[in-house]
Every structure is written in C-alpha cells, then in structure tokens.
C-alpha cells in the first residue's frame, strides 16, 4: 500500500508540474481566454475547431449553454436545449455577460482547453492517494490530513480557474491561481517524504535550517513579483502589440524588486551549498537548487536584454516552480533531522 501511495503521489507531483507547464504556455501564447466559459469550452465539452462552428445554424440541436458568436460584437448562450428553426430567434438566446471579452482563435482554444484537460488528468491520482492515505491514520495522522488538503486544494484550484475566467484574467487572481499551485506541489513533496521507509544519514545544522527557511520564502516572493511582472507585460501586450524591445521600456517598481533581489537568492543558495559542503551535511539535493538558480538568472538576462526569446518565459516560470520544490524537499528533510535530533 505504501509504494502504491508514493507513486501516485510522484504521479501527480509530475502532473501538477505538467499543470505548471501548460499554464506558462498559455501565458507565452496570450491563450487565456481561449475558453471564454468555465468548465465547457464554448458550451463544448470538445470545443470548436473553427470559427464557422460558432455560427448560428438553422435546424440545428442546441444544448443549454452553448455558445454562438454574432458578428464579433457579443457571444450568445443557448437559455435551454432546442432545435433552431430556419430564422433566428432570439427568444432562445441570451448575451454571455460574465465578462466582454468576444474573439475567437483555434490556436488559444486547444492551447487553453488542452491546459484544461491536463488539470483534470492531475486531479485523478490525487483522489485515489487521498483515499489510500487513510492506510496511514494509525502510523502518521499528517500524511491523511495533507492527503484530503490537497485534495481540496485541487477543488479550490479548479475553482480559482473558473474565476479567472470569469473576470477575464485578472490579474491578482492569476498570482493566487499560482501561489496555489506551488502550495499543492508542498503538500505532495511532504507526502512524498513522509511515506519513505528510510532517509538518508544528514545533519542538522541551525545556521543552514535558518537560511533555507528564508531562501524558500524569497524564492516564493520572486515567484509572486515574476508573475505580477508577467501581467504587466500581457498589459503592454495589449496596449503596444508584440514591439518586445518595449515591454520593459518604462517598467513598474516590481520589476526592479525582482531584477534586483534575484542576486540575493543567488548569494542565499550559494551560501547554503557552500554550508552543505564545508559542514559535510549531506543535503545532495542543493546542487539542484543551484543548477535551476543559475538557469533562473540566464532566462531572466535572456528576456530582458534579448527581447524575450522564444519559450525564455515558460521556461523561467516552470524553473523557479522547480526550484521552490527542490528547496521544500530539502527543508522537510531538514525537518527530519531537527526532530531526530530533539529525540536523541
């Protein structure tokens, strides 16, 4: 049962990474409303493939909630199930009023709706590990009580998605969709942990614990400055098109925070691995912090000084995601040593 529970709780870890990636992609791609609906896709459980499919048709099977899009100015939604007649009757319709968003491209309709179903795929495994994890009630009451968060925290995810829709991609929703995400990726690394039949032979150090607590929280603070940094360039996306070289011409104060405090996590986890090493603590895991640290650092130099290259901003989210994860492994196994310690 144990292994059982560890590897669906990998699974969904790989899955909620692949969320993670998705979401980056529909970001680069300005896909965000590619569904303007929540959680059909125009009314479709599979969504339209071209444009014509959102025009009205005479004799034609209607579902309620299915949408039509009248001369680019409003989408219509289906009031209940009817078959159309041969003229238009707006008796049967009513205007999508949610938000005024009114467009439709193929491309970001699958780039989104595929991001949709792999949300929907992570959500499985999850549910089966939180039902497996009351196996473990006797031996360590956590792993089930973390098993049923996460599990809500999926619902509330799910639901966080439905109102980033709905107000057409706020921009403060769109951080709590992410910081969400990241605190879904903490539960499943504590499962993942705290279900090991063995740990390895480390140390617990007071000086290193302190400093990786504060790495981890200044590396969630970048996350969530990167992605306010992110809406502010979708804004100049919006106002001056895809002119790049503009985007940060006049940048807001989060920018130069971010730009700036990046040093300071380069110092931090430099510090932290030259602790490890010097002290001969044994948390091998920090060669990964520092590998994604100095990948986080190129794709940000990249994007800035190079006009944002192609893939450089999924790239530099799903980095910093990683290396969020890699530091709450690293600080649960901390943990570990710390208690050992305090019982010996």
């Known amino acids: 049962m144990k292994n059982k529970f560890r590897t669906l709780s990998k699974i969904s870890l790989v899955l909620i990474y ?3 990636v998705a979401g980056a992609i529909v970001r680069m791609t300005g896909s965000g409303m590619g569904c303007p609906d929540w959680p059909k896709c125009f009314g479709y459980y599979i969504p339209p493939t071209e444009s014509k499919q959102l ?13 039509i899009l009248v001369e680019h100015e ?9 078959t159309s007649e041969d003229t238009f009757d707006t008796a049967n319709w009513k205007i999508y009023s949610k938000h005024d968003y009114v467009a439709y491209d193929p491309v970001h309709t699958w780039v989104e709706y595929i991001n949709r179903l792999i ?4 959500g499985i495994p999850i549910l089966i590990f939180s039902v497996l994890s009351f196996w473990f009630w006797k031996k360590n009451k956590w792993i089930p009580l973390i098993s049923m968060l996460t599990l809500f925290g999926m619902g509330f995810q799910a639901w966080l998605g439905k109102t980033v829709v ?21 539960f499943i690394l504590y499962l993942i942990f705290a279900s090991k039949s063995s740990y390895k032979p480390q140390k617990y150090h007071p000086k290193f614990y302190n400093i990786l607590v504060f790495a981890l929280l200044l590396s969630l603070v970048q996350i969530i400055l990167g992605t306010q940094v992110r809406e502010f360039v979708d804004e100049q996306t919006k106002l001056i098109g895809y002119q790049k070289a503009l985007w940060l011409e006049s940048p807001t104060l989060n920018f130069y925070i971010h730009r700036s405090t990046s040093i300071l996590v380069l110092f931090l986890n430099g510090y932290l691995w030259y602790l490890n090493q010097s002290k001969g603590l044994g948390f091998n895991k920090l060669k990964l912090v520092i590998y994604c640290v100095l990948l986080e650092v190129s794709t940000g130099i990249m994007m800035y000084y ?3 290259p192609f893939l450089s901003q999924p790239i530099h989210l799903v980095i910093a995601s990683l290396l969020f994860g890699i530091q709450c492994y690293v600080l649960l196994e901390c943990l570990h040593k710390k208690r ?3 019982l010996a």
Do not use: C, R
């Open 18 to 20: 692949f969320v993670i």
């Open 119 to 122: 949300g929907a795929l992570s």
């Open 306 to 308: 190079f006009d944002f």
């Open 74 to 82: 409003a989408f219509l939604v289906a009031k209940k199930d009817f």
């Open 166 to 186: 709905d107000s057409n991609l706020a921009p403060y929703k769109i951080t709590v969709h992410m910081v969400m995400a990241l605190l879904i990726v903490a």
């Open 340 to 342: 050992q310690n305090q």
């Open 55 to 67: 025009l009205f048709e005479p004799n034609n099977n209607y579902e309620k909630g299915m949408m």
